[in-house]
Nanobody, 126 residues
Framework: QVHLIESGGGLVQSGGSLRLSCAAS????????VSWFRQAPGKEREFVAG????????HYADSVKGRFTATRDNANNAVYLQMSSLKPEDTAVYHC???????????????????WGQGTQVTVSS
């Protein structure tokens, strides 16, 4: 069992930065790929960024490449999402999710993740 808690969301102006954190509890955290998903009002949930359990592979949605960076600290059971050059279209609730994986594969499909956090709101004003 893995429990996830996100933090770090807030209100920021366009062009600004935020750093989201995902704190995890549970065993063998480095056996889990962890990804960030977001859902804006009236829109479907979408994959944003993810990092393999071994911390060797990252994967990003095209819409955030070059602006967002996913990192993890397995010693402290934490994953981070550094977001820069934020745009109003980045406004959404951001969730972290963990899925068991013994490879460097980072799934984009939410169904491959077993554990989800409650989410943190990110609002980017124009």
């Amino acid at each position: 069992q893995v429990h996830l808690i996100e933090s770090g969301g807030g209100l920021v102006q366009s062009g600004g930065s935020l750093r989201l954190s995902c704190a995890a509890s549970g065993r063998i955290f480095d056996s889990y790929a962890v990804s960030w998903f977001r859902q804006a009002p009236g829109k479907e949930r979408e994959f944003v960024a993810g990092i393999s359990g071994s911390d060797t592979t990252t994967h990003y949605a095209d819409s955030v490449k070059g602006r967002f960076t996913a990192t993890r600290d397995n010693a402290n059971n934490a994953v981070y999402l550094q977001m820069s050059s934020l745009k109003p279209e980045d406004t959404a609730v951001y969730h972290c999710a963990a899925g068991f994986s013994q490879s460097d594969y980072v799934p984009e499909f939410g169904g491959e993740y077993s554990f989800w956090g409650q989410g943190t709101q990110v609002t980017v004003s124009s």
